[in-house]
């Protein structure tokens, strides 16, 4: 088992970056693909990036590739998120996930480990 728990998200202009930090608990941390997901008010929890435990493959959303880039500190058990040129529309909740899927899972229901989200506020 591994605890998840997510933190730097901010209201930030439109253009602008944030990065989003995701410390991690637990022996399995180092050989579970971990990701991130994000979900705005009325829609679904949608897959933004996941990184392999092995070779550290990365693979991502199509409305945040060239943008977002998602890394691991297996010494330290942190994930992060680094965001470039934020868009209204990455507005939403972002949420830290743990998976023991082999490669890089992208279905929520692929992930056995989740944190409790940090807001991502973006503006016009």
């Known amino acids: 088992q591994v605890q998840l728990v997510e933190s730097g998200g901010a209201l930030v202009q439109a253009g602008g970056s944030l990065r989003l930090s995701c410390r991690a608990s637990g022996r399995t941390f180092s050989t579970s693909s971990m990701a991130w997901f994000r979900q705005s008010p009325g829609k679904e929890r949608d897959f933004v990036a996941v990184?392999?435990?092995?070779?550290?493959?990365?693979y991502y959303a199509d409305s945040v590739k060239g943008r977002f880039t998602i890394s691991r500190d297996n010494t330290q058990n942190m994930v992060y998120l680094q965001m470039k040129t934020l868009k209204p529309e990455d507005t939403a909740v972002y949420y830290c996930?743990?998976?023991?899927?082999?490669?890089?899972?992208?279905?929520?229901?692929?992930?056995?480990?989740w944190g409790q989200g940090t807001q991502v506020t973006v503006s016009s």
């Open positions: 996930a743990g998976s023991r899927r082999v490669g890089n899972p992208t279905s929520q229901g692929d992930f056995h480990s």
């Open positions: 990184i392999s435990a092995g070779s550290g493959s990365t």
